[in-house]
């Protein structure tokens, strides 16, 4: 899945190495289709995304807020780049790093598109922000819904846990893509651009968004799963908007790269193999011993190595072992929370690190981009480990 070869897409070789699991007699059926329908809840919210996503940008919801931040430019890349930022962090925090992924990605390549701007440095804000502030609240990534699970804190022993933390990885995560990007912002962007007229089924969309987000915050207040209300509101959405416009829905759905829900259903079944051959009660077991010697050097050593294991595996799979880890090991709270830090900022080093950053590159491919493994990886060398390191620091002591 990391290599790619014959540049077949993610989700072929999920479904092949979860294939493999079945018919080399590795994994019963039953106990396969029982992880494939654990993933139900994510399959909801991604679908839920994926259409608000899709209507907006049928609507011109993501030309029209293009224009609008070229225009607040005022010609600076620097402060385009900055702007993009900001809204990045904001769609993460309030609707999740995968929203930011599938919704935000279009506006910005939009944006760079209107402001005859090099779409890429703008682009690497929204897989790089989708990770770095995906621990300010825990709906910004349902990672953290799978990792805590029954015990997850509620709002405000949250916050004193994390928003220093957050705060921190979200303003060196920018530092580092600043440097990185520094030449390519030196250079002008557009500075005048008529605003486009907003059509009534963009202002639906846009109205269905907000709506969403609003849902979202509600429904983790009583401590639900996200994945149904997401899915009904973007159903929803794009429902008023193609009956009012008496359109078909074929459209819609033909544009949604559903390929995404039989990735995520894969590595479920790879970490039901996983669980299958009693690695997890082993390393649960070596964790608890290692809380009970040392508990800043386990929380150090725990958050680092998970950070590292999400870019071999993805940090859907690891999220999912490192809550069984928590669960069977009764580990310190210190410890799980580095286990967050580790399995929300760890992803930012490869490209498909987290889920998040594989919609980021299915979005880019669908514009007519590309970005290898390689290219991301010197990048994110650059921008992760200062973001991580910061973070543990400040959530362990």
Same mark, same amino acid.
Do not use: K
């Given at each position: 899945?990391? &290599? ?22 590795? &994994? ?7 992880? %494939? #329908? ?20 049928? +609507?011109?919801?993501?030309?029209? &807020? ?36 599938? %919704? ?44 805590? #699970? ?41 500075? +005048? ?58 459209? %819609? ?10 990735? %995520? ?53 690891? #999220? ?53 493994? #390689? ?23």
């Amino acid at each position: 899945m990391i &290599l790619r070869p014959w540049r077949l897409p993610e989700a072929v070789w999920a479904v092949l190495g979860a294939a493999a699991l079945v018919g080399g007699g590795l &994994l019963p059926v039953r106990a396969a289709w029982q992880a %494939v #329908g654990r993933g139900g809840d994510v399959y909801l919210f991604l679908t839920g995304m994926m259409l608000l996503s899709e209507i907006a940008r049928r +609507e011109g919801l993501f030309d029209w &807020l293009a224009a609008l931040a070229v225009r607040h430019a005022r010609g600076s890349g620097r402060r385009l780049f900055l702007l993009i930022y900001v809204v990045g962090t904001v769609v993460t925090v309030f609707m999740s790093n995968d929203a930011t992924a599938v %919704v935000l990605t279009p506006a910005v390549f939009a944006a760079a598109r209107a402001a005859r701007a090099e779409p890429l440095p703008y682009l690497y804000i929204c897989a790089f922000i989708a990770n770095a502030a995906s621990f300010v609240l825990p709906i910004s990534n349902p990672a953290n819904l799978v990792l805590y #699970g029954r015990h997850m804190p509620a709002l405000l022993p949250w916050l004193s846990h994390f928003a220093l933390a957050s705060a921190a990885a979200i303003l060196a995560t920018y530092l580092a893509l600043r440097i990185a990007q520094r030449a390519a912002l030196r250079q002008p962007v557009a500075r +005048e651009m008529a605003l486009p007229p907003l059509s009534g089924g963009g202002r639906a969309a846009a109205a269905g968004i907000a709506a969403t987000a609003s849902l979202l915050l509600l429904v983790s207040g009583f401590d639900l799963p996200l994945g149904l209300p997401t899915c009904v509101a973007g159903a929803m959405t794009a429902a008023l908007v193609l009956i009012a416009r008496r359109a078909s829905p074929w459209p %819609v759905l033909g544009g949604i790269a559903w390929s995404v829900l039989p990735l %995520v259903a894969g590595l479920f079944v790879l970490v039901e193999g996983v669980a299958q051959t009693g690695v997890i009660a082993l390393l649960a077991g070596a964790l608890h011993r290692a809380a009970q010697a040392s508990v800043v050097g386990t929380a150090w050593g725990s958050g680092t190595g998970l950070a590292l294991l999400c870019n071999m595996m993805n940090n859907l799979p690891a #999220g999912l072992i490192a809550s069984s880890l928590v669960t069977a090991g009764e580990l310190p709270p210190r410890v799980t929370d580095a286990l967050l830090v580790g399995v929300d900022l760890g992803p930012n080093l490869s490209i498909t690190g987290s889920l998040a950053t594989i919609l980021w590159l299915t979005a880019l491919r669908r514009e007519g981009m590309s970005v290898s493994f #390689g290219q991301f990886l010197r990048l994110g060398t650059l921008v992760m480990p200062p973001a991580l390191l910061l973070a543990l620091w400040l959530t362990i002591f």
